[in-house]
């Protein structure tokens, strides 16, 4: 009969090679810490659904948890195997790759997690929804730089498990240092885009939701990664544009503090053009249009003049570019069909003096109205 270990007990003397032995404990701890987590889950999901965070979490950690303690179990067992057992050395490691790897999906699964949880806490449908554009720029930055960090972290703990791995990174600096330096030239992008999301996230200079004029194109924030950001264009086109650029170009960022915004209509009219009633018809358009209109400014000026007609200009605010945009329109629109029923002669016209003097007429020069006269 075999002689009993800390692996076997009684049962176990009827199986011949300790191998199988040791194989069959594991896959019994194995299933134990398999029942166990099933049972756990549902207490756990039944006291977690009265809080969303402790609900999200475990949604989102479930299915790594569910490999993860049979994988523990039975490397435990593998640990407590005698270290002269054919093949445990590569069945040790085996088992410690495999859960290195289900512990890095387990910390990319939490991450993720996190960010679901802020979204959820920071919703973006919002009328006033700066702070939430904020929070959830800063979070899904950093949670796609901590992502690549845990995913670095996980290959490195796996080359660890290796022996001659282990001297990979003294050697590589001793013997190829020229070498190192070309990749370190080559991932320059790679690193200035992950330390530029780093200040983006930081600093802010823009958000999601935000509208930027980038490359002349006006659009919107739509999606920021770990190393471009995504622009929606007005016409729904995408300007894929490298997190970099935002920190070394200049960019407008129109709902920077907030959304409100001031736009400006220009109009050119004639010198006799009344301006007191063009200034009431703009505040009877404003309160018309009072969706559009957040009643701040609400202004007409005469900003230039020519040697033909005046130009005016109308500054009129709304809650964002969007409404401002067709507030604009709207007023253009409705002041111009007022100066043309109203006051019809005050158009922008040229003035020409077709009758000059008789006297300076020179006398084998035809008058204008002979001129008009049409040819027999």
Same mark, same amino acid.
């Given at each position: 009969?075999?002689?009993?270990?800390?692996?076997?007990?009684?049962?176990?003397?009827?199986?011949?090679?300790?191998?199988?032995?040791?194989?069959?404990?594991?896959?019994?701890?194995? *299933?134990?810490?398999?029942?166990?987590?099933?049972?756990?889950?549902? !207490?756990?999901?039944?006291?977690?659904?009265?809080?969303?965070?402790?609900?999200?979490?475990?949604?989102?950690?479930?299915?790594?948890?569910?490999?993860?303690?049979? !994988?523990?179990?039975?490397?435990?067992?593998?640990?407590?195997?005698?270290?002269?057992?054919?093949?445990?050395?590569?069945?040790?490691?085996?088992?410690?790759?495999?859960?290195?790897?289900?512990?890095?999906?387990?910390?990319?699964?939490?991450?993720?997690?996190?960010?679901?949880?802020?979204?959820?806490?920071?919703?973006?449908?919002?009328?006033?929804?700066?702070?939430?554009?904020?929070?959830?720029?800063?979070?899904?930055?950093?949670?796609?730089?901590?992502?690549?960090?845990?995913?670095?972290?996980?290959? &490195?703990?796996?080359?660890?498990?290796?022996?001659?791995?282990?001297?990979?990174?003294?050697?590589?600096?001793?013997?190829?240092?020229?070498?190192?330096?070309?990749?370190?030239?080559? *991932?320059?992008?790679v690193l200035g885009n992950l330390i530029a999301g780093l200040q983006i996230a930081l600093t802010q200079p823009i958000r999601l939701d935000d509208v930027v004029i980038v490359?002349?194109?006006?659009?919107?924030?739509?999606?920021?990664?770990?190393?471009?950001?995504?622009?929606?264009?007005?016409?729904?086109?995408?300007?894929?544009?490298?997190?970099?650029?935002?920190?070394?170009?200049?960019?407008?960022?129109?709902?920077?503090?907030?959304?409100?915004?001031?736009?400006?209509?220009?109009?050119?009219?004639?010198?006799?053009?009344?301006l007191e009633p063009l200034r009431q018809e703009l505040t009877r358009l404003c309160q018309e249009a009072r969706h559009l209109w957040d009643e701040r400014?609400?202004?007409?000026?005469?900003?230039?003049? &020519?040697?033909?007609?005046?130009?005016?200009?109308?500054?009129? &605010?709304?809650?964002?570019? &969007?409404?401002?945009?067709?507030?604009?329109?709207?007023?253009?629109?409705?002041?111009?069909?007022?100066?043309?029923?109203?006051?019809?002669?005050?158009?922008?016209?040229?003035?020409?003096?077709?009758?000059?003097?008789?006297?300076?007429?020179?006398?084998?020069?035809?008058?204008?109205?002979?001129?008009?006269?049409?040819?027999?």
């Open positions: 009969m075999p002689t009993e270990t800390a692996l076997n007990g009684d049962w176990l003397a009827f199986v011949p090679w300790p191998e199988l032995r040791t194989l069959l404990v594991a896959v019994i701890a194995a *299933a134990l810490a398999s029942l166990f987590f099933g049972t756990l889950l549902r !207490l756990l999901a039944r006291f977690s659904g009265a809080l969303p965070f402790a609900h999200v979490l475990l949604q989102s950690t479930r299915d790594p948890l569910r490999w993860l303690l049979p !994988l523990l179990a039975m490397q435990l067992v593998l640990n407590a195997a005698p270290d002269n057992m054919a093949l445990i050395g590569e069945a040790r490691r085996l088992a410690a790759l495999v859960t290195i790897g289900v512990f890095t999906w387990l910390g990319l699964r939490a991450v993720g997690a996190v960010q679901r949880i802020v979204v959820l806490y920071n919703p973006v449908d919002t009328a006033d929804n700066l702070q939430a554009r904020r929070i959830q720029t800063q979070t899904r930055v950093l949670v796609r730089i901590l992502s690549v960090f845990v995913v670095i972290f996980g290959f &490195s703990t796996m080359l660890m498990t290796f022996p001659a791995a282990r001297q990979f990174g003294t050697s590589l600096l001793a013997s190829a240092g020229l070498a190192g330096l070309a990749v370190g030239f080559a *991932a320059k992008p490359e002349n194109e006006w659009g919107r924030i739509e999606e920021i990664t770990g190393s471009y950001v995504v622009v929606r264009i007005w016409d729904d086109r995408r300007l894929v544009v490298p997190l970099q650029w935002f920190i070394e170009n200049p960019f407008q960022n129109w709902t920077r503090q907030t959304s409100s915004i001031t736009g400006s209509v220009f109009f050119w009219v004639d010198y006799a053009t009344p400014v609400n202004v007409l000026q005469v900003v230039d003049t &020519s040697d033909r007609a005046i130009q005016l200009r109308v500054l009129v &605010s709304s809650p964002d570019s &969007s409404r401002n945009w067709d507030l604009r329109c709207y007023i253009r629109e409705n002041l111009i069909t007022f100066i043309s029923n109203r006051y019809p002669d005050h158009l922008p016209r040229l003035r020409a003096n077709l009758h000059g003097s008789e006297d300076a007429a020179p006398r084998n020069t035809p008058t204008a109205d002979a001129q008009r006269q049409p040819p027999v």
